[in-house]
């Protein structure tokens, strides 16, 4: 049976990005050996234009009876005063829900031709190589009750509600001790177990699955304010970053900065073993640059590198992929988020050359 690929360009850049990475795709179908069966369905803003929701059922149907899930950017402002329910990043959520992928891999990785695109020194991030692994389905993203309240003076009330069970935890820690084992061995998880009940319970859960199943991996527990400081200071220090939802969220932007720029920053969103996985750039639609041709495909086609290597069981292909990214950089491929002047084309193709 043939694996099948299903690709979302969604919104904004996501469908500027995706097209870069078809080419990839047609290249190594054509001359690499990969057989894949490829769909391509609406998502996001363009699901809602056409289908008046985010994502239908029908698509959510094909994502799950894929091996991988392949996505672009969804949002803009086009849709910023939808119904929330109805948003494009709520069919995201959704589709991340419906999947069970709750173990979101955000590597941030410094190429080392482009240690001086940085905005930190160069000796802070020449050969950074550390990677998040983000609650994905869970926390504050999902808890209830949630919403806007008017109170009785006609003023109003927003809540959300950050909730984590012990399952959760520590079904997403696992990933992040087993992922360390194969690299550093080393897991920093970041919490506020100082402020908040849910981070208490999460590095109490943390601790106990560490010290039953992986006391050989080193463990270190890190306020997620402390972290994001040291995440500037000194990023090296890291290999393994287990967090919640939001505060991977938000810690993996910063990353993305670290390396230069988010539009380098591809993820896998895992779920149970044999489970489909949900590949996305950590990048948004970019609205500010959509249509320019000016987005940086890198992150979409380093996505699909991980779904190679994930899910399609195409590990060679993708180291291939990896090799084909670091030479267009290291001859000199730039975008204009890493100060060159390549269009998102432009990038494909010293891609295409280098692969
Ligand atoms: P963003 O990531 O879209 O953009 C932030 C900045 O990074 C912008 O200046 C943008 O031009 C730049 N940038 C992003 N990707 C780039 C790329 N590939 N190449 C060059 N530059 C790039 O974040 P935002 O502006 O806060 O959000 C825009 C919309 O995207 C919102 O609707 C948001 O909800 C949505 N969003 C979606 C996803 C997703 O679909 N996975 C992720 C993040 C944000
Ligand atoms: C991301 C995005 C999403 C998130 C939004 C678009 C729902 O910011 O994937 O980083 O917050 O998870
Ligand atoms: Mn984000």
Redesign the pocket.
């Known amino acids: 049976m043939t694996n099948k690929l299903l690709l979302l360009p969604g919104d904004g850049i996501g469908p500027e990005v995706m097209t870069e990475v078809e080419r990839v795709l047609d290249r190594l179908m054509s001359r690499h050996g990969l057989k894949l069966d490829v769909e391509t369905a609406l998502f996001g803003g363009a699901s809602l234009d056409e289908e008046g929701v985010p994502i239908t059922d029908a698509v959510v149907a094909t994502a799950k009876s894929a091996q991988a899930v392949l996505m672009g950017a969804?949002?803009g402002p086009k849709w910023a005063s939808v119904a929330r329910d109805l948003r494009p990043?709520m069919g995201?959520?959704r589709l991340r829900k419906e999947m069970d992928v709750y173990a979101n891999l955000r590597p941030a990785l410094c190429f080392a031709a482009l240690a001086d695109a940085s905005g930190l020194k160069r000796h802070l991030v020449e050969g950074l190589d550390i990677v998040f692994v983000r609650e994905l389905t869970g926390g504050v993203?999902f808890g209830t009750p949630r919403g806007i309240e008017t109170l009785a003076d006609g003023s109003k009330r927003g809540f959300d509600n950050q909730v984590y069970t012990s399952a959760e935890i520590r079904r997403v820690a696992r990933v992040a001790f087993e992922l360390a084992r194969k690299r550093s061995n080393k897991v920093t998880s970041l919490e506020k177990s100082n402020v908040m009940e849910s981070g208490l319970l999460w590095r109490q859960e943390v601790t106990a699955l560490h010290a039953s199943d992986y006391s050989d991996v080193q463990l270190e527990h890190m306020y997620a304010d402390n972290a994001a400081m040291q995440l500037v200071r000194a990023p090296q220090q890291f290999d393994v970053l287990l967090t919640d939802n939001l505060f991977g969220?938000v810690l993996?932007d910063l990353a993305a900065a670290c390396t230069g720029s988010i539009g380098l920053l591809p993820s896998a969103a895992l779920g149970d073993a044999g489970k489909p996985g949900l590949y996305?750039p950590?990048h948004?639609s970019a609205p500010d640059i959509a249509g320019k041709g000016l987005a940086n495909p890198v992150a979409a086609i380093l996505s699909l590198e991980m779904a190679l290597r994930w899910s399609l069981g195409e590990v060679g292909l993708a180291d291939q992929l990896y090799r084909a990214v670091e030479a267009a950089l290291n001859n000199g491929a730039r975008t204009a988020d890493l100060g060159g002047s390549l269009s998102s084309t432009d990038m494909g193709t010293a891609i295409l050359a280098a692969l």
């Open positions: 969804v949002g990043e995201l959520l993203y969220d993996s996305e950590i948004g």
